[in-house]
């Protein structure tokens, strides 16, 4: 039972490049969430999906789009990465929203 | 995180000391209250959570109380050990975010020996 379980743990893009992150659960959950995490923010949610087939804007979901592959599938794309995009990013699964939150162990993206 | 504040932003103790800190939020309707803790380079991970029907839970050295009326819920950390040192964060579901979680800007905990 491996939870959730996101790739690649580090990456070093060129600003204008693009890149997929990928992230699975295998724990049924219903709700997939994508966070970002920059020093002194906490923790900020870039686009979520609250069931298979739905996907919904966070809070900063400038430069970024998801997909809900399926149910176990969530990723999410900088189409043009910029250096503001140079952070943590989390990707979370929940059985609905007001539950605990299961986090993957997140991956460091550098844009140059 | 959108209209939950988390105070204070740094925290050091002495080992053996009590560590307590404080979130406000601001939707009357919000109605599960989780704390997460995220050691150095890891994930977060939910140590305890509250759910709105219930004043206070415990567990071993860690407890978390919460104040409806005043909109506040907080985590106290007894007898403080090393291993306690981590940024802990503060969560709540907001009617207005759709009852995602919304999260506290965190607190970074240092125990001293």
């Known amino acids: 039972n491996a939870g959730v379980t996101q790739t690649p743990k580090f990456q070093v893009l060129k600003t204008g490049q693009s890149m997929t992150l990928q992230c699975a659960q295998d724990m049924n959950h219903n709700s997939m969430y994508w966070y970002r995490q920059d020093p002194g923010m906490g923790l900020r949610l870039i686009y979520y999906?609250?069931?298979?087939?739905?996907?919904d804007k966070g809070e900063v979901p400038n430069g970024y789009n998801v997909s809900r592959l399926n149910k176990r599938e969530f990723s999410l794309r900088l189409e043009s990465a910029a250096p503001s995009q140079t952070s943590v990013y989390f990707c979370?699964?929940?059985?609905?929203?007001?539950?605990?939150?299961?986090f993957g162990s997140g991956t460091r993206l550098t844009v140059v | 995180g959108e209209n939950v504040e988390q105070h204070p932003s740094t925290l050091s103790v002495q080992e053996g000391d009590s560590a307590v800190i404080k979130c406000t939020y601001s939707d009357s309707a919000s109605n599960y209250f989780p704390w997460y803790k995220q050691e150095l380079g890891k994930r977060p991970q939910l140590i305890i959570d509250i759910r709105s029907n219930v004043g206070e839970k415990k567990d071993q050295r860690i407890a978390v109380t919460l104040n409806k009326t005043a909109k506040h819920f907080s985590l106290h950390i007894t007898e403080t050990q090393p291993e306690d040192s981590a940024v802990y964060f503060c969560a709540a579901t907001l009617r207005s975010n759709d009852y995602k979680l919304s999260f506290g800007a965190g607190t970074t905990v240092t125990v001293r020996a």
């Open positions: 999906s609250a069931s298979e087939g739905t996907t």
């Open positions: 979370a699964s929940s059985e609905r929203g007001n539950y605990g939150y299961t």
